[in-house]
């Protein structure tokens, strides 16, 4: 016999012990349910029975219809506020969690009791009666939609309110169209659990209105008079409301589909005209500081720069989404910080997949104030996606539902497309793609975009100008061909993927000198026996036969179309060299190796470690640049 695995015999004891729980729950009932199947006499008809259980179903509902109204706007307000003022409120409404019922009857009487100033002003109507019930039934139970609303809320992707700002949408219309639908089980779950709770409440009811008898006051009242023989009818009745109940907590809310019949007759979007972007941001998110400015002369740039470096921050400031204290934005020639970001006419696809899961493909696609169908079909036919377009989020693929992301911003012609590492979360070929499907829509719709991204390459691809980010600072910008001539620092050779990133020294002769070789670049105005930082593109180091420097090859990796051949120079000097030449290399063969001085950079100063996206070292330094 086999043992068993450790996580199989630690599931023993949880099971058990959780056994244990059902059962401590299970037997009273099923003792009763024993008790009255034998009883002779279970007072079902003992008057003023089915009155009191009117009164407590019908003021549970009244109270749970209360708390919904009022105690939803509160959760999703707590859930998006960060104020002192809204954590004091998040405390309070523990409070009637946190004293016993008894005592939330004498706080109410304190409030609405019938020598009150309310109780006065309604003629001592709000106790003892129906409404003294709903007083107390909700005052004891709105915790419970509060606190579980308020949890489903805050566990909302924040993303996906922001992208439905981008499409139109206003405050309201995100509570009722995002908010709602996303919180709805967690919503639900707390109204059953508020209807129980009042249904079942005793203490502060029976302080504040004994009569109407409510059933948990009523039963109670015959306990009290003649003992357990006529508490079995009213305790058979709360068991099967609460049954009831809970069955209809496990219906599944219904997710709807709705594409149409057909799909509208595809209407290509106008062409459009070309907006460059503009900035001069200065904004706090937390304790972290963006100050960039920029004014872009494309009307497809690229931001570019590692995690953390402030590239979303300037995205969504240039969406709008952080409002108009960033500083002044603009859209081509059109200033447009004072502009709310419903107004502002962008597309915004942030990082990830941000749909709303209770939608199909058509409705997410059409969700746009505006969107216009007849694009929105014509997005979902370019993408592919027409055939899915009754599909929820869930049944789609990663690729999919990226897709579907972009014809969602695309359906309202937007004048600005703001893309926020569109394709990172993709496998290779997926994202190669989409890549490429995004560049001919650049060309042939005209779309202005903005695109944030970490790989250089897909930087160049659907950029004619990259804006270099660091540390919440603009480094450089310019062309993909400038950037890769002439990177500024150490730290933004490293992002924009190039390997070779070296020390050296400034020679004899006010050459470059490295690994003990003199590589016979120049570097005017730079003190003999100073300390350089140098670089070089793998696909610029030659080797041939003609190469003035022996090396020796240390490793080869194939990479399909090219291979990268990794050699040692001189005095400890390693390069990694990339070639389409498909002669054979192996480890320790001679080669003969060419640096142009032309595509070798050299900044002033020490500090290069080698280490490939570190962005620190020489690039924190104030190096100069001066090569090639």
Known sequence: MSARRPH???????????????????VPVVAFVVRLAGSSRTGFSTPGLFHALWVSAAAATISTTLIAVFGIPLAWVLARSRSRLARVVGAAVYLPLAVPPLISGILLIYLVGPYTWLGQLFGRRLTDSLVGVVLAQTFVAAPFLVVSARAAFSAEDRSVE???????????ARFFRVGLPGAAFGIRAGLLLSWLRAFGEYGATVLLAYHPFSLPVYTYVQFSGTGLANTEAPTALALG????????GWIPIPRRRSQPAALPVPVAPPATAAVPVGFDIDVRVGTFRLRVAHRARSHRTAILGPSGSGKSVTLRSVAGLLGARTGPVWYGADAVQALPVEDRGVGYVPQGYQL???????????????????VGAYWLDVFGLSDLAGR??????????QRVCLAQALARRPRLLLLDEPFSALDAPVRAELGREMRRLQHQAGLSTVLVTHDPEEAALLSDEILVVLDGR??????????????????????????????????????????????????????V???????????HVEMDRDGPYRAVVTDVADLGATSAVELRLGEGLVLTARSSDRRPRLPGQGCPVALPADAVTVWSGPGADGAAGSGTGAGALDGRFVGP
């Not at 199989?8 to 299970?26: D, H, I, K, M, S």
């Open 474 to 527: 603009l480094v450089q910008a310019g062309p993909a061909a400038r950037l890769h001539s002439h990177p500024a620092s150490p730290a933004v050779a490293r992002l924009l993927g190039i390997a070779n990133i070296l020390p050296g020294r400034c020679g004899p002769g006010g050459r470059l000198v490295a690994g003990g070789l003199d590589l016979g670049v120049p570097l005017p105005g730079v003190e």
């Open 392 to 401: 929820l989020p869930h049944e789609l693929s990663g690729g999919q539902r």
């Open 529 to 539: 026996g100073s300390d350089v930082t140098w670089c070089i593109h793998p696909e």
């Open 162 to 172: 922001e992208v439905a700002a981008t499409l139109g949408h206003r405050p309201l």
């Open 241 to 248: 409301v609460a049954l009831v109940v809970v069955a209809v």
């Open 8 to 26: 199989e015999r630690a599931g023993g004891p949880l099971a058990w012990l959780g056994t244990l729980v059902l059962l401590y729950l299970a």
């Open 356 to 374: 709303l899961p209770h939608l199909d493909v058509w409705r997410q696609v059409c969700f746009g104030v505006g969107a216009d169908p007849g």
